[in-house]
């Protein structure tokens, strides 16, 4: 007689119950994470105001590695700090800090939802550099849709370039920049602590934007020579470090309870965010055309989204028929 004890599907004591809660769990953290996300910007943006640019990158990155040190140290990673990366990390300081950099240029002109509208043309660029870099097979589907995003990108910049000039072409750099980022993170991700990166990151960014700071001292450039910040500005920048801890908190959580081709398409939900906060805050609210580039934009990311997931899934049915 088999007593093996029969569970019942959706019962507490099922794997699979367990799994689908974790995946909802993720799916719950992430959407918090993309909408504290745009709150990142909307403090930048309010900063930009009095502050240069790469005030607030270093103020950023300053408070991000406050918070985030303490609880590096209650985890016990910090001593598993691996300097022999230190270089890539270097790099990887660098990197984000001139992204964020152009992004608050931007800000300062830009609407909030335009700016990050067009920032996500980021993971098309990942995509096309994954396959370069990375060897990733990218087929002809994928890369048609990089290039329809990026025609969406297109019918958002035109607008604001005819008015606003090079600063509407800020977005794509830093996109492309967070892109390349993302790249070594990958490389980085399975010998590091996702926790200690991330406090490497905002350290080495930190000094970065010190030392563009320092160069631009008494250079009467609006974006890098700072300014002494009055209690609001200090408010304001306190608030774009918190966000950007405690969105990056959330979606490493996420990232931990749900695979990565569930959770990303909900990134796109920041747009919606941003499109709210940046109509609630600062009265701004896209145009026609804007909208059209904005849903091509996610069209095209969800495709290649959905392809990826096609193509692993064929990938791992012919895998037990290679690898008998």
């Known amino acids: 007689m088999d007593e093996t004890v029969k569970i019942k599907p959706g019962h507490p004591a099922d794997p699979t ?49 406050v918070l985030m040190l ?37 800000l300062r002109a830009m609407a909030l939802a335009d700016a990050i509208a067009i920032f996500f043309v980021e993971p098309i660029i990942l995509t096309v550099l994954g396959g370069l870099f990375l060897k990733e097979k990218i087929g002809w589907r994928r890369y048609a849709a990089c290039a329809v995003g990026f025609g969406g990108a297109l019918l958002i910049i035109r607008p604001s370039f005819d008015h606003l000039g090079w600063v509407a072409l800020l977005p794509v750099v830093c996109a492309f920049g967070i892109a390349v980022f993302a790249l070594m993170t990958r490389i980085l991700a399975h010998r590091e602590d996702p926790w200690t990166m991330q406090l490497q990151t905002a350290f080495w960014g930190g000094i970065c934007c010190l030392i563009i700071l320092l160069l631009g001292d008494g250079t ?8 002494w910040p009055d209690a609001a500005g200090l408010a304001k920048c306190l608030g774009v470090g918190m966000a950007a801890t405690i969105s990056g908190m959330f979606a490493v959580y996420a990232y931990r309870d749900a695979p990565a081709s569930t959770l990303a398409p909900l990134q796109y939900f920041e747009i919606v965010c941003a499109t709210f906060f940046g109509w609630s805050i600062f009265g701004d609210f896209p145009d026609a055309l804007t909208w059209l580039g904005i849903a091509i934009i996610i069209a095209s990311g969800l495709f290649i989204l959905w392809r990826e997931r096609q193509v692993a899934r064929r990938l791992a049915r012919e895998e037990p028929l290679v690898n008998p």
Do not use: Y
Not at 20 to 26: A, H, P, V
């Open 17 to 65: 119950a367990t799994r689908e809660d974790n995946i909802r769990l993720g799916m719950i953290l992430m959407i918090i994470s993309v909408f504290v996300a745009p709150m990142i910007d909307v403090f930048s943006k309010l900063a930009a105001v009095t502050l240069p640019p790469a005030e607030i990158s270093a103020f950023r990155f300053l408070f991000q590695t």
């Open 70 to 106: 303490p609880l590096v140290l209650w985890r016990g990673t910090f001593w598993q700090i691996s300097w022999r990366q230190t270089r890539l990390h270097v790099l990887r300081g660098v990197i984000l800090s001139v992204s964020m950099i152009c992004f608050v240029t931007a």
């Open 220 to 227: 009467g450039s609006a974006h890098f020579d700072p300014i």
